[in-house]
Structure formats: C-alpha cells, structure tokens
C-alpha cells in the first residue's frame, strides 16, 4: 500500500546523502555549484523501494538505471531481504542513430506495430547504426555480426542486402516469417517499386454535398489521430491524394456519394476512401 509520512521518513533515514552523491550527476552538479533539488534525490529511494515491496529477485534495467538498482539492492539488504541481482543492458539507439530509442522522442519501433510499419521503419536505420540493432535485437553472437561486418567491409555483402536480412529477423522475432516476407513484399512495391500496394484498407465514410477539409477526412479515416497531427502532416509534405503531395492544411476534398480517393500518409500507409 502507499506509505505514511512516518513510513516514507523511516525509509529515508536507510539511505544517505553521501551514497546519493555517489552518483556522478550529482557529484559533478554539486562541485559545480548546481542545485539539486530534493525530489532528484528521492526518487532513486522510491525506485529502490519498488524493489522492497516486490521482494525482487531481479531487476532489469538500461545501463542509465544502474545506480538506482543498486540503491534498490542496498534498501534490500538494510530491511532484512535477500538483496536483488542487478542485470543491466546497452540502450538501444533510436532511428534518429543519436537519442536512446523513446516513444516521445518518437523515434522508436513499438513492439505492437504492424509487421510492414516494424519492416518499414528497421529499413530506415541508418548503415552505421544496423550493427547496434544486429547485436541487441537479435539472437546472433557476437562473433556471428563481426562476420557480416567483414563481409560487408570487403564487399562480399552489400549493407542493403545485409539491412533486408535484420528487417526479415526482426519482423519475424515478433510476428512470423510469413508476415515478415508479406511486410518486406510490401517495402519493395512502395519504396523501391514506389508503386501502390495491391491490397490497400478501404475505409467507407458518410457522403457530404459539400467538400470536406483534407484534415477531417483524415482523422475520420483514422490515418491522423488528432486534427493537429493531421495539419501537421500536410505542412510536412506527409499527404498525397490520388499521388499528389497536399501540403495546404485548409485543402477540401469531394466527398459526395461514389466519390473514392487513394490516400497516402507517410512512405507507408495507404487508405481507400470512399464515400457513400
């Protein structure tokens, strides 16, 4: 359950401001002449605290939580449990190839997405940064992804050819081989074919007389979630009707009965709207 104010100053009083200073922000911060603020050093008490009330066995967590799961650890031993194994791993790049892969970055891959948006988005990562994705993502040794680096360096292997492979492993790590030669099917039509997939989602909406703004048939056609997004899209270059790029925000479209537009939103989503 929660804790009370005693609770909370009992736990408090297990950890000291000179193990807290061990951490090298802080440290660094301090000889500085930089405030830290209380609740920074708080929180490292409440996430260890996680630990406590779990009667952990492990933690997991990104290199960046190291020092957090080691107070964990620690809180663990003062109160009288069995301390927790710490296990840390290397933070994943994200497409961007410089910030740790983030959803609010919005420069990650969701282990949700659709196989041809996971596909679409692993072929997007840069040369350099597949080998980061090779060695974190997969089941290859280290030894394995130093071969294909060599072979890629001596020209055996060409880095597209050896970027389609992770895609195809990836993808089908968490779909299946089958959806992961659909979605690489998919890729090669649209990106390098640049052709209209043969199988594109049909979405029906309620006739109008008069046109409709572009933003809101994107948002009932659920390509946007928002009209914000969608706006933003279109100033982004991120819309084609019918193959053409709308970029004006307060475009219309005909949306009278038996009208039907070919929309595309990004480099791989596609909607059939029709209107009836």
Same mark, same amino acid.
Request: proline share 5%; with cysteine; net charge negative.
């Given at each position: 359950? $929660?804790?009370? =104010? &005693? &609770? ?28 830290? +603020? ?12 996680? +630990? ?14 190291? #020092? ?16 927790? @194994? ?17 959803? +609010?970055?919005?420069?990650? @891959? ?13 072929? +997007?990562? =840069? ?19 130093? $071969? ?5 360096? =001596? ?9 389609? *492979?992770?895609?195809r492993t990836i993808?089908?790590? #968490? ?13 090669? !039509? ?8 043969? *199988? ?6 309620? $006739? ?14 659920? /390509?946007?979630? =928002?009209? $914000?997004?969608?706006?933003?899209? /279109? ?9 053409? !790029? ?8 005909d949306t009278r ?12 989503? #596609?909607?059939?709207?029709? #209107?009836?």
């Amino acid at each position: 359950g $929660a804790l009370t =104010s &005693e &609770e909370w100053i009992r736990l408090t009083a297990r950890v000291t401001l000179a193990q807290m200073l061990e951490r090298d922000d802080f440290a660094k911060r301090l000889a500085g002449g930089e405030a830290i +603020s209380l609740h920074e050093l708080l929180y490292p008490v409440a996430q260890a605290y996680d +630990s406590v009330a779990l009667k952990a066995d492990v933690e997991l967590g990104g290199t960046d939580q190291l #020092f957090n799961l080691l107070v964990g650890r620690d809180l663990m031993g003062k109160l009288g449990l069995p301390p927790q @194994i710490v296990m840390t791993l290397p933070l994943l790049e994200g497409l961007d190839g410089v910030e740790k892969m983030s959803k +609010s970055l919005g420069n990650y @891959i969701a282990v949700e997405d659709a196989p041809e948006e996971m596909f679409g988005k692993l072929m +997007s990562v =840069s040369d350099a940064l597949m080998w980061r994705y090779w060695t974190l993502c997969t089941d290859l040794a280290p030894a394995q992804v130093e $071969a294909l680096k060599r072979a890629v360096a =001596s020209g055996q292997r060409h880095p597209m050819d050896v970027k389609f *492979e992770l895609a195809r492993t990836i993808t089908a790590d #968490f779909h299946d081989a089958t959806a992961a030669a659909a979605a690489e099917a998919h890729f090669r !039509t649209v990106h390098q074919k640049h052709e209209v997939p043969d *199988e594109v989602a049909e979405v029906v909406l309620p $006739a109008s007389p008069e046109p409709l703004p572009v933003v809101k048939v994107l948002v009932l056609a659920a /390509l946007a979630p =928002s009209n $914000a997004e969608a706006r933003r899209l /279109l100033q982004q270059g991120g819309v084609k009707i019918a193959g053409e !790029t709308v970029r004006d925000p307060f475009a219309t479209l005909d949306t009278r009965a038996g009208s039907e537009h070919l929309a595309q939103v990004g480099k791989r989503r #596609f909607a059939r709207i029709r #209107f009836d």
